[in-house]
């Protein structure tokens, strides 16, 4: 599959450049993860698609303009924060993970492919989103495969500022924990979400973003302790 071309269908803007860039990422996370635990999926097509590509496709749905900054909590092996931050050099990513080993296999990545729009923390994020220097500071977070809908808003939403977006990857079974998260938004003082449908490339199956506007200030209880979230959902 020639990862140029197929961007280029997407209508996303990417050089030949970002595009030997973002194969390189993949070249080394699947290296890197035969020592450490990243990612299940180690084919490099499946990569190409399943990480890469997938990342990237949040950019049909919203804007990406210099100056901004995302967020990517619980980055994992880096995706989707690396794959965008190559796409987007002039925007800023912090990319946050509980896991220290996971952070330093991503700091590593970072040095590898030369990014210098990438930082990362080791952090739980419920004490980084109670955090005067993370709480409401970013115009995007991104959460992908971190945890069921109604225990990821508590968790994502309190880092968005004011007129900024929270987005969730899930998969085409989305629809029981949207339902679920109901109460938590009304307690989040969250927008009505936004659900984009996509499919992804080479019969890789279908994929759903959750996107969720800010107008309000989160309530500054949430998130609540460490552990609570996943033990007592909203």
């Known amino acids: 599959m020639n990862l140029f071309t197929y961007l280029k269908e997407l209508e996303l803007s990417v050089t030949e450049k970002q595009a030997a860039l973002l194969q390189d990422f993949a070249k080394i996370l ?35 303009k210099k100056g901004m900054k995302v967020l990517d909590v619980g980055t994992g092996g880096g995706v989707p924060g690396i794959p965008l931050a190559i796409l987007f050099p002039e925007i800023d990513f912090l990319l946050a993970d509980s896991v220290a080993k996971k952070i330093h296999a991503v700091d590593e990545f ?13 952090g739980r994020a419920e004490e ?25 808003v508590e968790l994502t939403y309190p880092f968005v500022h004011l007129n900024g977006k929270m987005v969730a ?24 979400p936004q659900v984009k449908r ?3 490339p080479e019969n890789q199956g279908e994929r759903t973003l959750i996107i969720i506007p800010k107008k309000f200030q989160t309530p500054s209880k949430y998130p609540r302790r460490v552990g609570v979230p996943g033990k007592t959902p909203l």
């Open 30 to 64: 699947i290296a890197k993860n035969e020592v450490l635990n990243l990612t299940r999926i180690t084919d490099k097509k499946e990569v190409m698609v399943k990480h890469i590509i997938d990342a990237l496709i949040v950019a049909k749905f919203i804007t990406f």
């Open 110 to 122: 970072i040095q590898a492919l030369n990014l210098r729009n990438v930082k990362t923390v080791v």
């Open 128 to 152: 980084l989103a109670q955090d005067k220097i993370y709480r409401e500071e970013f115009d995007v977070v991104l959460a992908r495969a971190v945890a069921p809908f109604r225990i990821l």
């Open 169 to 192: 990857y899930k998969g085409p079974e989305y629809l029981h924990e949207f339902m679920d998260a109901q109460n938590a938004l009304r307690l989040l003082q969250a927008e009505s």
């Open 198 to 200: 996509y499919y992804l």
